[in-house]
């Protein structure tokens, strides 16, 4: 129905063999970068387009670029892997092309075109104490029209996975709390929007998406160091968030709009930004500027880089201020009031709509700085608030709809369950254990882990 | 004043009846009086037991947090008398209703109906056992018209299954039937006028009227009624009690919420008193105002922050506090920004 | 103008097409869910999926008659639905809202996924599975007719037949049930669902019998969506189509029997109207190549959806054909 969506992979979790491994090559992000703000016109794909456009309802918006396979050896202990050479096949057996792995241990393999191919790697050319994982030496996988498809050879260097399932489910559990945290920290403003409105703000994602692409902009195109883009961002972000407010659900609320009526604005705003963003960023992944070649440090029982660490770091400072902020400021008490309830909170002289102003700028800004994380982690795309959307959501309805503490209590809890479950279930299935732990939570205890039951109606 | 004579008549004979009870300083045993009857010689003290009780609670508490809503070792409700719930705001009266009706469920105790247990029934199945209530905030459902509304309330409907619904013969007998009943009723509530208007249209008196004639289409042997004079206006208010009269008349036993003491003493056979959760007090009404608990619960209350109808609202009081006093860095139900209903 | 004759016909084709029945269906489903029950189910697609998928998997992969596959692919949408509605229904509505939509992307990521490959056919989906459909047509499929100005094969017209005639009976079935007591108490619970309680009626199990009513029609949805393009890919079913058919309702006007029906048509017809005319702009160099180009088309209807969601709830709550006094009485 609509069209593929482009990204690379999911969110979260890497074992170290995994480093970078959505990362284009050196060449192609400068032409990517170069191409996403303002895509050329391909005048004989148009008619084509056209017709298409009748056959299938939407058509493909990426038929204008080829399908390559891509991909990075490397480990924490080897570092890249270079020289090793990678063999392409289609599904019949016909030899595509074979290419080396660059000093960065990037490979990219450029497809006749979409379908089913079969990709290996040389084993013997592996240094010394780098082994393939269980899955050997050669990937079957599917490409679709126009899409640059990443291709993971699982390596190990007995740094982890080695040691069997422990040391791995400490990685995911250490992966898992880095996601949960950088959930959390969007999650909150989404919470504090429901508790002081009772709005069900399903555009929240996309105030994560913006945030992370405004500081895509400044980063990459701006050439300011990511920190300091940052910061930028996440003034605009709050802007933003004010902007939201100020400009749609005050005087929406003025209006007397209904709650339900408002969530479907609100559903009608993520679509029309979110699609926005594609036509203005276009549909591919870019990762910062900084940061990007970090190799992971060895902390006995896992592995993490140093950017995880700081995304961490970042978060849990970033989350104790906003629960010190709830607790001793004047402001986050009026939030506080304000969402056990309005009306006695305007009538104690405190000014609500300022309140939630604030509330909305907040959330803006928390959005955008855990846009950059996960744009840190993930790289940046069009849908990535979106995707985090639902696991912001479980980790709100987990915690308890519209309590600040049980947003994080649930994220949290939500970025483990995550990333862990995939010691069980496939990579790609992991956001369906998320939504199974929300349903099971729903049955179990409705109100959340930290709601009061008597709030339920 | 109603129209309908038999309506004004009944009425009428009750207002004077009370009057002249009141001179005289004793009751009369008038047909319809049974209940106040059956009370007379009855012990003013908590949980006496009835003649004739249609409604018996045993140890029920409810908490919220750590706040006793409601607390009530042991009460019985006449039979066929109506019976005023009253006590200062936040006393837990609208929490019994809801428990009672199964809209809440309790930490612990049972009460039962006719014998019935109806401690793990829910709310439609307490309804259908006779036990119909409204609500303080009035539950007009304002996209359907009057008469959808009336025709609402009425039980065992064929129609209202799914399969049997796509076959309108099976249900189309029974619909006319419930239409005239619906329509006599609205007709003694002077709303017939009205039955094609969406119920959104009514104003808050008519509301009122429409959700008792509505809760008076399933037959009930217990109406509880929330508050129903609240926001009604004077022109209307003795109408209402008119109706209420009349449903003791038609054999109902009749639970009510009131503020207005002049209405609970006008209308009622039967007083309960309540304070922070427990029963303090019951007896007929003129007991009430020489009750010193009752003086001291309502003088008490006074002194209090001014507190709005729900017990919830007590919790939300706490956050006022707390706003005034700023420095105060702990709380504990405060602590957890949440809201359902207020700001909705 | 001869370039906008052209979009009028295909656009025109897109009103009768098996698009503007998907949605249509889809549509109908929401109504009975959220137009007159008052559930927010956002995600709907997940239904239409289950239908889509359950004839493609029971013909294709598991080699079953093709009318068993849809008796598997409306058992499949009872059964999401019941999974759903257990846990939610007793719950705040916007409980309902928040798992329907994680269940749709949820299912979707499942379909696609590498290890449900065999059996779903992973990101490339299924085809060839509806043959038998098409053979029943009592005309020759192959040949191709001309429509109004358009062109469509004899199988296109035999879908947009049965399609329709489907969007008819249901349309039948929700009139017929709104007009019953049943539909009277589902109404109602839509107002106010504590009342409804206190009158006796088991509310959840209405809002249950809405739900599963809604979610079959979904399913049916998806089926003439899989037959219509004959494949079925789990991509094809992105939960945007949810809020497409979202706003086909509310264009159209929510709780009226039609509503889903005409606004359906309407958006459809506005939707390819609009892409076919931007494209063609585009083409002629009337929008400069700078300011759009024509792979952003189709981000652009989604994004006039969204504008059109919003101005549509803001100011016309009640539709294009509602009658506003209606809804100036929803509280909600």
């Not at chain 1, 956001?431 to 199974?436: C, D, I, S």
């Not at chain 2, 007090?281 to 209350?301: K, R, T």
């Not at chain 3, 503007?20 to 997940?46: D, E, K, P, S, W």
């Not at chain 3, 160099?285 to 981000?299: K, R, Y």
């Amino acid at each position: 129905m609509t069209h593929a969506p482009h990204r690379a992979r999911e969110h979260g979790a890497r074992s170290s063999a995994e480093q970078g491994q959505g990362a284009p090559p050196r060449g192609l992000r400068t032409w990517r970068a170069w191409r996403t703000g303002r895509r050329p016109l391909v005048l004989a794909l148009l008619v084509a387009a056209i017709a298409m456009a009748l056959a299938t309802l939407v058509p493909g918006v990426a038929s204008a670029e080829g399908e390559r396979l891509v991909g990075t050896l490397q480990t924490s202990r080897s570092g890249p892997i270079e020289g090793v050479e990678i063999t392409v096949e289609t599904a019949d057996g016909d030899a595509v092309d074979s290419v080396e792995t660059d000093e960065d241990g990037r490979f990219a393999v450029d497809l006749p075109g979409p379908g089913q191919y079969s990709i290996s790697l040389d084993e013997d050319a592996l240094p010394e104490g780098v082994e393939l994982g269980t899955a050997g030496a050669t990937r079957e996988v599917t490409v679709d029209l126009g899409r640059s498809q990443p291709v993971n050879f699982g390596l190990v260097d007995g740094s982890s996975g080695a040691g069997g399932g422990t040391v791995r489910a400490v990685q995911l559990l250490v992966d898992g709390l880095r996601f949960g945290l950088l959930i959390a920290v969007c999650a909150v403003g989404l919470s504090l929007i429901f508790g002081t409105t009772g709005l069900t703000n399903f555009a929240h994602g996309e105030l994560v998406t913006i945030g992370a692409i405004i500081a895509w902009y400044i980063n990459v195109r701006g050439g300011v160091p990511l920190i300091p883009a940052t910061i930028i961002a996440m003034v605009v972000g709050a802007a933003v968030g004010a902007l939201n407010e100020r400009g749609i659900w005050r005087p929406l609320r003025k209006r007397g709009t209904g709650l339900i009526a408002a969530l479907v604005v609100s559903i009608g705003l993520s679509l029309l930004l979110r699609y926005a963003i594609q036509i203005v960023y276009g549909g591919f992944s870019n990762p910062y500027g900084d940061y990007q070649s970090q190799r992971a440090v060895n902390y006995g029982v896992f592995t993490m880089t140093n950017r995880a660490l700081a995304s961490i770091v970042i978060s849990i400072v970033v989350l104790v201020a906003v629960a010190l902020m709830l607790q001793r400021t004047k402001i986050g008490k009026a939030m506080r009031a304000v969402a056990d309830n309005r009306d006695l909170a305007a009538s104690s002289g405190i000014d609500v709509n300022r309140v939630i102003l604030v509330v909305w700028m907040m959330g803006g800004a928390l959005a955008t700085l855990g846009g950059v994380l996960l744009g840190l982690s993930d790289q940046v795309q069009w849908d990535m608030g979106f995707r985090l959307l639902l696991l912001m959501f479980a980790g709100v309805t987990l915690g308890g709809l519209g309590t600040a503490y049980g947003a994080l209590v649930g994220s949290v809890i939500v970025g483990v369950f995550v990333q862990m479950s995939t010691l069980v279930i496939p990579d790609d299935m992991k956001y369906v254990g998320g939504l199974l732990l929300l349903i099971v939570i729903l049955v179990i205890r409705p109100q959340g882990i930290l709601g009061s039951r008597a709030r339920i109606g | 004043m109603p129209a309908d004579p038999s309506a004004q008549g009944s009425h009428a004979a009750g207002s004077e009846e009370i009057a002249a009870a009141r001179q005289a300083g004793q009751h009369r045993a008038a047909p319809q009086r049974l209940a106040q009857a059956a009370l007379k010689d009855l012990p003013w003290e908590v949980g006496v037991a009835k003649p004739d009780a249609a409604v018996v609670l045993d140890g029920v508490t409810r908490t919220f947090g750590g706040l006793t809503a409601v607390s009530v070792d042991h009460l019985e409700i006449q039979r066929g008398g109506i019976t005023g719930l009253i006590g200062p705001n936040g006393a837990g009266k609208t929490t019994l209703f809801n428990l009672l009706t199964g809209f809440d469920q309790p930490n612990t105790g049972t009460w039962s109906f006719d014998g019935r247990d109806l401690g793990k029934l829910s709310p439609h199945q307490v309804a259908r056992l006779g036990v119909v209530r409204t609500f303080q905030l009035t539950k007009a459902l304002s996209r359907l018209t009057v008469l959808q509304n009336m025709l609402l309330g009425a039980q065992g409907q064929r129609g209202e299954s799914f399969l049997r619904a796509l076959l309108p013969g099976i249900w189309r007998a029974q619909e006319k039937a419930n239409t005239e009943k619906a329509m006599d009723l609205l007709q003694r509530f002077k709303l017939d006028a009205k039955k094609d208007d969406f119920a959104g249209t009514l104003s808050g008196g008519q509301r009122k009227l429409l959700e008792m004639a509505r809760a008076l289409m399933s037959d009930p042997k217990v109406v509880m009624l929330d508050e129903p004079m609240a926001g009604v206006n004077p022109a209307l208010t003795q109408s209402l009690l008119g109706h209420v009269k009349d449903l003791r008349e038609e054999g109902m036993t009749v639970i009510f919420v009131e503020h207005d003491m002049d209405v609970v003493r006008d209308i009622s056979d039967w007083v309960v008193v309540m304070a922070a959760g427990k029963v303090i007090a019951e007896g007929p009404p003129e007991s009430i105002s020489q009750n010193q608990a009752v003086v001291d619960a309502y003088l008490g209350a006074h002194h209090d922050a001014p507190l709005t109808v729900e017990e919830e609202d007590r919790v939300l009081a706490e956050v006022q506090a707390e706003i005034a006093l700023e420095e105060s860095g702990t709380s504990s139900s405060s602590g957890v920004i949440n809201s359902e209903g207020t700001s909705r | 103008m001869a370039d906008l004759l052209n979009a009028f016909a295909i656009a025109g084709k897109a009103f009768f097409g098996f698009q503007a029945i998907f949605f249509a269906l889809l549509a109908i489903g929401i109504n009975v869910h959220f137009g007159y029950t008052g559930l927010l189910n956002f995600g709907q697609i997940a239904f239409a999926m289950l239908g889509g998928f359950g004839i493609a998997i029971s013909v294709s992969q598991w080699g079953l008659n093709f009318w068993l596959g849809v008796v598997i692919g409306l058992v499949s949408a009872v059964v999401l639905a019941l999974l759903l509605g257990l846990p939610t229904l007793r719950l705040r509505a916007d409980y309902l809202a928040i798992v329907t939509i994680a269940t749709a992307e949820g299912l979707r990521l499942v379909f696609r996924s590498v290890s449900a490959t065999p059996v779903t056919g992973g990101t490339r989906g299924l085809s060839a599975f509806n043959g038998s459909f098409i053979d029943l047509a009592p005309w020759e499929t192959q040949t191709r007719h001309r429509v109004l100005g358009t062109s469509w094969s004899g199988g296109e017209l035999w879908v947009a037949l049965v399609g329709w005639s489907l969007v008819a009976l249901t349309s039948l079935l929700v009139w017929q049930l709104m007009r019953s007591p049943w539909g009277r108490v589902v109404k109602a619970i839509r107002e106010d669902e504590d009342a409804v309680r206190a009158l006796g009626k088991n509310v959840y199990a209405y809002k249950m019998q809405a739900l599963v009513l809604g979610g079959i029609f979904g399913a049916l949805g998806g089926m003439i969506y899989a037959i219509g393009t004959g494949s079925a890919i789990p991509d094809q079913y992105q939960n945007a189509n949810t809020f497409l058919a979202y706003a086909a309702l509310i264009l159209g006007g929510a709780a009226r029997v039609l509503g889903p029906v005409l606004g359906s048509m309407l958006l459809l017809f506005i939707l390819q109207f609009a892409d076919t005319l931007l494209r063609a702009l585009i083409e002629n160099g009337v929008i400069p190549e700078g300011l759009l180009s024509s792979t952003d088309v189709a981000q652009i209807r989604f994004v006039l959806v969204g504008i059109g969601l919003m101005l549509l709830l803001v100011f016309r709550p009640q539709g294009i054909f509602g009658d506003r006094r209606e809804v100036m009485l929803d509280a909600r």
